[in-house]
């Protein structure tokens, strides 16, 4: 079973990185996913089995994350790139910084999904080995197997909007959500609900993290986003 398999994709396409989240959930994988390097490097990476990383992003390309994770963090997780670019020299330097396999776009799910499958094999990393399945957030966590909020050693029952709520704010830190875009992704196309629906889950899930409630942030005319 893959259940316990934690993946971080990296991917600048909003797109394809929820196409990407989708199906590697299917697998049974536990996805987080980011948008930029920047966002990447706001998190805890030392608990992936995996990372997928997008060669060509903003201001920190995938393979100038890649060295930082593997000469400044001294992390030997696996890693996959996945690039537009096929020139070899490419290939080459992601080889050169540790990646374990090097995909080229536009490619099918079928095929990400075998090469993921085969990197974690060869790896023979096991998911005893990255016992932790929190997403850790400062001094609160999210268990995402038994979906409750963790504030030390209380464990907080959530409804299953304010998991999802929270997972999807905390996943991609600094990024900003839309009220339209939270309706869009956690509530079923045919049920008929208002914006306001989505301020009153977010004043309950702030009561619920108490003194942390103020993670969550409110960008007036633009939504609300995660920082810490």
């Known amino acids: 079973m893959n259940e316990k398999f934690r993946i971080l994709v990296v991917e600048d396409e909003e797109d394809l990185n929820e196409i990407l989240q989708f199906n590697l959930e299917s697998e049974g994988y536990l ?6 390097a920047e966002e990447a490097l706001k998190r805890d990476l030392t608990g ?23 000469k ?24 050169n910084l540790g990646a374990d396999d090097y995909i080229i776009k536009p490619f099918s799910i079928k095929e990400l999904q075998a090469r993921v499958k085969a990197v974690l094999k060869r790896a023979k990393v096991s998911p005893a080995e990255v016992a932790s399945t929190l997403l850790n957030m400062g001094k609160l966590a999210i268990d995402l197997e038994t979906k409750r909020l963790i ?18 704010l905390a996943k991609t830190p600094g990024r900003i959500f839309s009220r339209e875009e939270i309706l869009r992704r956690i509530w079923e196309s045919d049920v008929i609900v208002t914006d ?9 899930l702030r ?3 108490e003194e942390y409630g103020s993670y969550i942030r409110n960008k007036p005319g633009f939504g609300y986003y995660f920082e810490m």
Request: proline share 1%; charged share 30%; hydrophobic share 45%.
């Open 207 to 209: 009561r619920k993290m």
């Open 72 to 95: 400044e963090m001294n992390l030997d997780v696996p890693i996959i790139f996945l690039t537009a670019r096929d020139a070899e020299n490419d290939m080459l330097t992601g080889f």
């Open 31 to 36: 996805v987080d996913t980011s948008f930029s």
């Open 151 to 168: 504030l030390g050693d209380k464990k907080i029952d959530l409804t299953r909007k304010e998991y999802e709520i929270i997972s999807l």
């Open 196 to 204: 306001r629906t989505v301020d009153v889950n977010m004043t309950r």
């Open 48 to 70: 992936y089995h995996l990372m997928i990383l997008d060669v060509m992003m903003g201001k920190i390309s995938g393979f100038s994350l890649a060295q930082r994770i593997r």
